[in-house]
């Protein structure tokens, strides 16, 4: 037996519909005047019912809106450890940029130092006697002393240190 079947038929989207509300309560037995008193209590029990509706739905709207609050809150709060590992990586940059600067600005002034240590010595070299081409110790401690650079502690440091080497090679 074959069943005949019936054509797919095309899906509308649901809609809600509302039905329509009676203007009237119904009653059509009694006096004009009782007839309108009860229509007006129905109408007005009606108002009271759909003022309600409206109220639950503004609270449904900002029950809905503080949920979406929350969950974007917690969506931050989910973050905020990546958020700070970031910041704490960027400190760390700096500093390291910074100690970057800080070595290569030394280094310049270590390299002005040796320079005009070096033009110093080529100029105390030039007028020394032409004897053995060897500068004494005190000689040495007078090129030193016009490095403003050196602190008073460490030219006394260079002095005992220039002299133990001159007894060592003396024997």
């Known amino acids: 037996m074959t069943e005949k079947r019936n054509p797919p038929t095309q899906r509308r989207p649901a809609t809600i519909t509302l039905p329509d509300m009676p203007d009237r309560s119904g009653a059509w037995l009694g006096t004009r005047e009782y007839i309108l008193r009860r229509d007006a209590r129905f109408i007005r029990a009606h108002a ?10 503004d609270a449904m709207h900002d029950l809905i809106s503080a ?28 500093l390291a940029l910074r100690n970057e600067a800080e070595a290569t600005e030394a280094a310049i002034i270590l390299a002005e130092a040796r320079s005009r240590l070096s033009q110093s010595m080529k100029g105390a070299q030039a007028s020394a006697p032409t004897g053995d081409g060897s500068l004494s110790i005190d000689e040495v401690e007078e090129l030193l002393q016009a490095l403003p650079e050196i602190s008073p ?3 006394q440091t260079l002095s005992l240190m220039l002299k133990g080497r001159m007894k060592e090679k003396r024997g």
């Open 48 to 57: 009271d019912y759909l003022l309600a509706r409206g109220e639950q739905a």
């Open 153 to 155: 502690e460490t030219l």
């Open 67 to 94: 949920r979406m609050r929350l969950g974007r809150l917690m969506a931050e709060m989910a973050a905020l450890p990546e958020v700070c590992r970031r910041v704490e990586e960027h400190k760390l940059r700096m």
